[in-house]
C-alpha cells in the first residue's frame, strides 16, 4: 500500500486512514475485530474525537498492545483550558497511551492564534510530550484559510471528496504549498457516495491528502484494503463520478449536522436529504412509521433561520426540509415511483 508524508509533521502513513467516527454505532467485540483486520492489513493512521462516545475506548482496547506500530490522532472541541486538558486526559487514558501523535482543535469557534491560552495549552501538551503534532478541522472554509495562513498548524482537517468543487481543490493546493497536512474527513459525501473506488481512485491523485475512511463494517473496510496506489481514474470512473455529480446537484445537505440543534427538534441532517437517501439507498427503512414521524417534525420550521447561519453550505435549509417533505409524501403515497 501507498504512503504519504503528513505535512510538516513528517509522519510517514499508510496512505488509507481510519476514521474512527463509525465504529461508535458498532458493539466493543465487532469494533476490536474491525479495527484489528485494519491493523493487520497495514493501516496505521487512526482518527478519533474526544466527542465520538466509545470510539477511543475501542481503539484503546483493539490497538494499545501495539501502539508503538501506529498513528493516534484524536481531537478536542473544548474551548476552555480547563476543558481542553481534561479532553486530553481522558483521551490518553481511554486510548491507553501516554501520547498521541496530533491533537486537533475540532471545529471550534475560532482559530487560536499563538498569544490564545487554548492554542498555548496545546504547546504545553507538547512540551510535556503529551502529543506529538498539533492540527485544526473545520468545515468552514474560510476559517481554513486562516489555519492554514497562521503557520500554526501541522495538519488541516477539512471535507472533501469527488464532490468537492474549485474552493476544495485550492485549499488542498494551498496546503501542499503551506506544507500542511491535508486531511479529508466524509472522503464519501457524508454517507451519499456508494462508489468506494472512485472514491479512492479520486484522492489518490493528491499526494497531500490523507483521506479517513469512516469504517463501520467488515465489508466497507475490505473495499478500501482491496484498493492500492494502481487503483486510479479510468475514464470508466470519471464518467461514474461526472454522473454522480449531476444527479445530486450543486445544493445538497452533506449531513455534517452544523446547524444542529434546531429549537424546534428537527433532524435536518436527515431530512434534508431525505430525497437523496430513498433513492440511492432503496433498501434502507427510509418508510417506516419511525421516519415518516421524524418527516412530519419538518412542519414545526418556524423559518427562524438560526440553522442556516450554521451551515458551511449556506443551503436554504427551510426550502430545503419543504421539498424534502412533499418529495417524501409524493414517494409514501405512489405519486412519485423511485424503483
Ligand atoms: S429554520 Fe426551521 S429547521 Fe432551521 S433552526 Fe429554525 S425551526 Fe429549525
Ligand atoms: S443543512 Fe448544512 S449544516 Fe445542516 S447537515 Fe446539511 S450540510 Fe450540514
Redesign the pocket.
Known sequence: MDRMKLGKTNLEVNKNGFGALPIQRRNMEDSIEILRTAYDAGIDFYDTAHFYTDSEEKIGNALGDVREDIYLASKSGAETVEEFWSDLETSLKSMKTDYLDLYQFHNISFCPKEDDELYQAMLEAKDKGMINHIGITTHKITFAHEAIESGLYETLQYPFSYLSGEEELELVKKCEEHDVGFIAMKAMGGGLIKNSKASFAYINQFDNVLPIWGIQKMEELNEFLSYDENTILTDELKADIEKDKEDLGENF???????MPCPEGIN??LC?RMSLWIRRFPTEPNMDEKTQKTMEETLNCIECYA?VD????E?D?PELLKENYEDYQNVLSGKTKIR
Open positions: 445537505c452533506r449531513g455534517c449536522g452544523y446547524c435536518i441532517s434534508a440553522c450554521n451551515c458551511p453550505y443551503l435549509i
